[in-house]
């Protein structure tokens, strides 16, 4: 089977002093109709960037270098600016973390959805306000025929972000890219909008890419997981797999960094020292390296970039298997 | 002996009274009716969500914000009442760290001086400032050569650390941490919590912990106080709270917490608490939780007095009722719900 | 800790970061041009006595209206003055109008905006009130004011403009400050127990005033053309003393034959304006601690 998402080799840089600076290196990634991966990271770490690459939104002067995204089979990267953005909104929606930012104050949210609309389909208005009302009762916004003539900021922010999930599957994208689409909300609205997407993609068959930084999240709502750490990724697997046994010692430690509410009393939490290095101060071995606790100089950690190993769950790290890593 | 911290019945109200045109502004009870103590080197963690009123309830503590009501004793003096420059005197002894560690630091500003700045504006040389300052960069795990650099050279994490640094300069007894930790990534969040734990075994602070991650509260907090709406809606110990909570609205908080682990989460029962939290500008009648609780639609369902309420039958007491805030397990765990013990 | 922090010497640091500071101005290339272009104007001012080939007031009435010539640079006004000197004269006045102008306006319009954005209250609506009476009330007319109640001396003319550049700075500084008022740390500073005139002087003013010493520049330059205005319209620094306006007013009537006397007046001005400008400019950008990362990478 095809993937309904492919990426394949990219790499995204922005111009430098000295040389180009990568933002993301040789990123491949894959998603099927029906499958939600997540992709995993903290700030820096290029989640949000390998994205906004690969559907021609990264900011000038940044570009990308290298790869394909492959959208059923189609190469974005090789397309036009006006036919890269028939295929954004049709054959791929987008939802964004700040429901605040995405949607226009000055405009009724029905008015703001059929724009959507009527920009792809020939529509008369009144069937586009139609559509709007029925996507915002797939969406679950109580009395929804009321609702569409309501302004943004009579909305709250779960419910604005249920407008902005409304506009992404208003054309029936094949895939969905939610940009950490709950960090925003609060836990128990986080909640509702998760299932919300869970919903929304079982009914309609998408593929659904989850970018977040919650590895509670991805445990409920993903069934592969892609970690990134400065601008490549690290390991990858299903959910299942990494969540069981991590191999790479970046994901080990981020378990072990996060404080669990059913943790037994008295854990300890093991930060990882250090931060993230910045996309010019990249080291040359291993990103990691600097801050792993199973770094060494025998297995060339410092020198050279771990390239990603192992069938279906992979990870790129010298010491995969190592003692350390395993206990 | 007396408890360092002793807030009672606080209150905040914004708005009200007449726009300009006479028509009514409406009143919003951001923080209404809220007492709690803390002990010397204790930790009460406060979780709610936005609009609960917890990061208003932190200012009024400190007195940032003026009270509308309440009072709040600090080490035995009256902090609501305090002239200026008493309050001024007192501000050593109680400190804040703020959750933006980028906006809560002056950019213009070394990290030498903003850590030196308490100690110069409160009597201390500027040569010993300079440094204490830079043991307390050591102490917070920073260079002291790092005192010469500029806000705009530290990660997140790093200038959260300067905001710590700041906060204990002048060694204080309480220091109220106002999400501390939620701007920050992961893997540098613990990095945080650690060396709040390591300031608090060394000088035997108090913290009042306002977050609104329930794994980062149960992990600092040796008690946890949960709020809705401007009020605390359930305190305990933080085994009880987060082992048996009694109010449904911790109940539903604790089931939305999404857990790292794949097996948890695909089995858990979705137990969601129904639309959103309201506005502390008009308040449900009763309990202020009855029209998103699951836990008033079950009981009601089992008969008993019920009223016609939010499209369906509810308990009267929930809807007529405010409950108060009284022990409901051991004499430590204490709820506000008309219904503990049902689930 | 990580091994990074260890490899740091604060004297090998502090070092670096004088000569970052130093490399910081000199690679703004808008710094440089105004720091040089001022420099030049301060030198001609301090040095015209020496540098001037005549004296500015001495007539030679056998060559009035003489076009440019190796003895008259820029040739003969009416009177047979030598334009080069006047000028070179008429730079005195011109620059100690705009350095007083900028001095008294910034400083009082700094206070007053910075005490009105940061009180509130009523405090904040009276000096408002104040800021917009002196905005709308024209400022040629003040000067005229006061020209008349003090007479036609420089300092009249300062003042004047000093008090009709006063509020600008203030309403400039005053919405400045309303975007300062709420960021974080301005209430980090109040939590640890700073006087409010501490919180002003220390921490709100600092970081208002990259926008306001651009204003300043500004008005330092128009302060200047008022300056050469007010001595165009005859209410300024009384002829024969060489300013100039003067020397444009006085170039007015010889504009058709000789206008040369008025355009090398105006090209002084526009030099000046322009060199005060890019020093604005530059000040902003190298007093900022993030535009000093920018100068020394991308990204």
Redesign the interface.
């Known amino acids: 089977m095809s993937a309904a998402f492919e990426l394949r080799g990219l790499t995204a840089a922005?111009?430098?002093?000295k040389a180009a600076?990568r933002l993301v290196e040789d990123v491949s990634l894959h998603v099927h109709a029906g499958e939600t991966l997540a992709v995993v990271g903290e700030s820096g770490s290029g989640k949000t960037v390998t994205f906004t690459s690969a559907l021609g939104l990264l900011p000038k002067p940044g570009r990308v270098i290298a790869g394909q995204a492959l959208l059923e089979g189609v190469d974005l990267l090789t397309l036009g600016p006006e036919a890269l953005r028939r295929m954004r909104g049709a054959r791929i929606g987008m939802v964004f973390q700040d429901p605040l930012t995405g949607l226009n104050p000055v405009f009724r949210v029905g008015a703001q959805i059929a724009e959507v609309l009527r920009a792809h389909l020939p529509l008369s208005r009144q069937a586009a306000r139609d559509r709007a009302v029925e996507l915002l009762a797939r969406v679950q916004i109580p009395d929804p025929a009321r609702r569409v003539d309501d302004y943004p900021h009579q909305f709250s922010g779960g419910m604005r972000q249920r407008v902005l999930t409304a506009m992404a599957i208003a054309l029936g994208p094949r895939v969905l890219i939610a940009d950490e689409p709950t960090t925003a909300l609060d836990v128990t609205v986080q909640a509702q909008v998760l299932d919300l997407l869970g919903d929304l993609r079982d009914a309609d068959g998408m593929a659904m890419v989850l970018i977040t930084h919650d590895l509670g999240v991805v445990a409920r709502q993903a069934d592969r997981v892609a970690v990134m750490y400065a601008g490549r990724v690290v390991e990858t697997g299903t959910v299942a797999e990494v969540f069981a046994a991590p191999r790479h010692p970046y994901t080990i430690a981020l378990f072990r960094s996060i404080p669990d509410i059913e943790a037994p009393p008295g854990t300890q939490l093991a930060p990882i020292?250090?931060s993230p290095p910045?996309?010019?101060r990249r080291p040359a071995g291993c990103a990691f390296a600097?801050?792993c606790f199973a770094a060494s100089e025998a297995a060339g950690c410092h020198a050279t970039r771990p390239p990603l190993t192992g069938t279906g769950h992979a990870a790129a790290c010298h010491r995969q298997g190592a003692l350390e890593i395993a206990a | 002996m007396s408890a360092l911290l002793d807030v009672r019945d606080l209150r905040k109200t914004f708005g009200g009274g007449q726009t300009l045109f006479g028509a009514p502004r409406p009143e919003v009870r951001a923080v209404d009716g809220i007492s709690f103590t803390l002990a010397r080197g204790e930790t009460l963690g406060l979780v709610g969500e936005t609009g609960s009123g917890k990061s208003t309830l932190g200012r009024l503590v400190?007195r940032?914000i003026e009270p509308s009501a309440g009072q709040v004793r600090f080490e035995d003096t009256d902090v609501t009442a305090a002239s200026t420059r008493a309050l001024?005197?007192?501000?050593?002894r109680m400190?804040?760290v703020?959750?933006?560690p980028y906006?809560?630091?002056?950019?213009?500003m070394t990290a030498g001086a903003i850590i030196a700045?308490?100690m110069t504006?409160?009597g201390v040389g500027r040569a010993e400032a300079a440094g204490r300052a830079a043991r307390l960069l050591a102490q917070v795990?920073?260079?002291?050569?790092?005192?010469?650099r500029?806000?705009?050279?530290f990660s997140g994490g790093q200038r959260q650390r300067i905001?710590i640094a700041?906060a204990i300069a002048?060694d204080p007894s309480l220091v109220v941490l106002d999400e501390p930790v939620s701007a920050l990534d992961v893997s540098v969040q613990a990095q945080i919590l650690n060396l709040l734990a390591e300031i608090q075994a060394r000088s035997g602070v108090a913290f009042l912990f306002i977050a609104h991650d329930l794994g980062v509260v149960r992990h600092v907090s040796d008690r946890v106080a949960v709020m809705y709406l401007g009020r605390v809606v359930e305190m305990a110990p933080r085994d009880a709270l987060y082992g048996a909570p009694l109010h449904p609205y911790t109940v539903s908080l604790l089931a939305a917490v999404p857990r790292p682990d794949p097996l948890k989460e695909r089995n858990r029962p979705r137990i969601r608490p129904i639309g959103e939290i309201g506005s502390a500008a008009s308040l449900p009648t009763g309990c202020r939780f009855h029209p998103r609780c699951p836990r008033a639609r079950l009981v009601a369902a089992r008969g008993g007095d019920t009223v016609e309420a939010e499209g369906t039958r509810l308990p009267s007491a929930c809807v007529r009722q405010d409950p108060l805030l009284a022990p409901a397990g051991g004499a430590a765990h204490l709820a506000a719900c008309h219904f503990p013990h049902e689930d | 800790?990580?091994?990074?922090?260890?490899d740091?010497?604060?004297a090998a640091?502090?070092a670096t970061?004088r000569r970052a500071t130093l490399r910081r101005y000199a690679r703004h290339p808008g710094f440089m041009i105004g720091a040089a272009g001022i420099l030049l104007l301060l030198l001609v001012a301090i040095l015209a006595p020496w540098i001037a080939p005549h004296s500015p007031t001495q007539t030679d009435l056998m060559n009035t209206l003489a076009p440019a010539s190796s003895t008259y640079w820029l040739g003969t006004d009416q009177f047979g003055r030598c334009v080069a000197s006047r000028l070179i004269h008429g730079a005195q006045v011109s620059l100690l109008v705009g350095f007083f102008v900028v001095l008294i306006s910034l400083s009082a319009g700094t206070i007053i905006g910075a005490v009105a954005g940061y009180a509130g209250g009523w405090l904040e609506r009276a000096l408002v009130a104040v800021i917009d009476i002196l905005l709308a009330f024209p400022s040629f007319l003040l000067a005229l004011a006061l020209v008349a109640a003090r007479g036609n001396t420089l300092d009249s003319i300062i003042l004047a403009v000093a008090i009709a550049y006063t509020p600008r700075v203030a309403a400039v500084m005053r919405s400045v400050v309303l975007t300062i008022r709420p960021?974080?740390?301005i209430?980090?500073?109040?939590?640890?127990?700073?006087?409010p005139w501490?919180i002003v002087l220390?921490?709100v003013i600092?970081?208002a005033l990259p926008p306001v010493i651009v204003v300043a520049t500004v008005s330092a330059a128009t302060a200047i053309l008022a300056e050469a205005g007010l001595s165009f319209l005859g209410l300024g620094v009384q002829p024969p003393t060489p300013t100039w306006g003067n020397v444009i007013a006085e170039g007015q009537t010889a504009i058709t034959t000789n206008p040369l006397i008025s355009l090398s007046a105006g090209l002084c001005i526009a030099f000046t304006v322009v060199v005060l400008n890019l020093l604005g400019d530059g000040l902003r950008d190298t007093l900022d601690?993030?535009m000093?990362?920018n100068t020394g990478?991308?990204?």
């Open positions: 922005v111009p430098g002093e600076i020292a250090g910045e996309p010019a600097p801050r | 400190l940032l001024r005197a007192m501000r050593p400190q804040m703020f959750q933006d906006g809560s630091i002056d950019p213009r700045e308490p504006a409160h795990g920073l260079s002291p050569a790092m005192a010469a500029y806000p705009h050279e905001g700041r002048l | 800790m990580s091994a990074t922090f260890e740091i010497d604060a640091e502090a970061r960021r974080p740390f209430e980090a500073s109040r939590a640890i127990g700073l006087t501490t220390r921490h600092p970081n601690p993030q000093r990362r990478k991308l990204l």
